[in-house]
């Protein structure tokens, strides 16, 4: 299995959009934190958020091939079977079933939406961004409106309530702001 550092200069051989790098940075960290709160391998959790859209500039948009493609990637680099699996889920390509599908599937619209809640502030930063004015903006449909809401709240089905999960991720994200540009 790849280290991380090996998984990054993978990810940035294939991936050259700034955006969707970051999008990956903050989903490694959202990833680690969410594992750790539910008692999961935060490492194997932290590096299926690092490399889930590994192949979205190859692929141009197409979801069929989103996600396919960056599973035969791993899998050929010899990623744990979870990871690959939970890569594949989250484009949709199987139904989720493990823990770490569904923890995925519930970090990858949050990271967008805070990045959306924080980039609205007067300050674009996430060291002032409050877990209350991220609610509010849950409930606003027009504002950020390409994320689902439904898909962030579905950590719940893991046991872990919509708030916490917003706080833990916006913790975790302070702490690589500047990775990321926050
Ligand atoms: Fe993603």
């Not at 051989?13 to 490694?28: C, V």
């Not at 192949?55 to 069929?64: C, H, I, N, Q, T």
């Not at 877990?131 to 903006?137: N, Y």
Request: glycine share 8%.
């Amino acid at each position: 299995m790849s280290n991380r550092d090996d998984a990054w200069e993978f990810v940035t051989s294939r991936l050259k959009t700034e955006h969707l790098r970051s999008h990956l940075l903050a989903s490694e960290a959202c990833m680690r934190a969410l594992a750790a709160r539910l008692g999961e391998d935060e490492d194997v959790w932290a590096l299926t958020g690092l490399v889930h859209d590994v192949d979205l500039d190859e692929v141009d948009g197409d979801p069929g091939r989103h996600g396919e493609v960056g599973a035969g990637w791993l899998e050929e680099r010899g990623y744990p079977a979870e990871l690959v699996r939970a890569v594949r889920v989250h484009a949709g390509h199987a139904g989720p079933e493990t823990t770490l599908d569904k923890g995925l599937i519930a970090v990858d619209p949050t990271t967008g939406f805070l990045v959306a809640c924080t980039l609205v502030r007067p300050d674009r930063s996430l060291q002032s961004l409050k877990l209350k004015s991220v609610k509010k903006r849950m409930k606003e449909k027009r504002f950020a409106a390409n994320v689902d809401r439904d898909q962030i709240r579905s950590v719940e089905a893991l046991g872990v309530p919509t708030e916490e999960f917003l706080t833990l991720c916006i913790e975790a994200m302070r702490g690589i702001h500047e990775s990321i540009g926050l």
